[in-house]
């Protein structure tokens, strides 16, 4: 069961440029996610961008919704969703940078959990 974890303020950005590079970030519309939403709109199908899936925690959102399919997709980049292969913690604020990464990938499969137990059964 996942259970928020407050890691504190964010700590201060080390250089004007980190600032910069993290303010710009986009949480919606970056270019991943918007070349998946082409090519899923180029097979003819329609969905729901960024939206809570029905039977989930409200505040989880999926970035490309399939309703009649009833699929969600998920565009996790590599550091916020600390993939194994390309992640890599910050050297600077290492530890809570640590504590804030792990925790979104717990959430993240706890919203897996979630979401497969909010699907109807397969007969």
């Not at 918007?34 to 970035?63: K, M």
């Not at 699929?71 to 940078?97: T, Y």
Request: some cysteine; aromatic content about 6%; hydrophobic content about 35%.
């Amino acid at each position: 069961m996942y259970r928020y974890v407050d890691v504190g303020p964010a700590p201060p950005a080390t250089s004007e440029a980190t600032s910069k590079v993290m303010r710009r970030t986009r949480r919606v519309g970056t270019a991943p996610e918007l070349a998946v939403r082409r090519a899923v709109h180029r097979r003819g199908l329609r969905y729901l961008v960024d939206v809570a899936p029905p039977g989930t925690n409200r505040r989880r959102r999926v970035d490309v919704l399939l309703r009649g399919a009833r699929i969600a997709l998920f565009v996790d980049g590599c550091f916020w969703h600390s993939c194994p292969e390309h992640g890599q913690l910050p050297k600077a604020n290492r530890e809570w940078w640590r504590v804030k990464l792990h925790g979104v990938v717990v959430r993240d499969r706890d919203t897996d959990v979630q979401l497969t137990s909010a699907s109807p059964a397969k007969t």
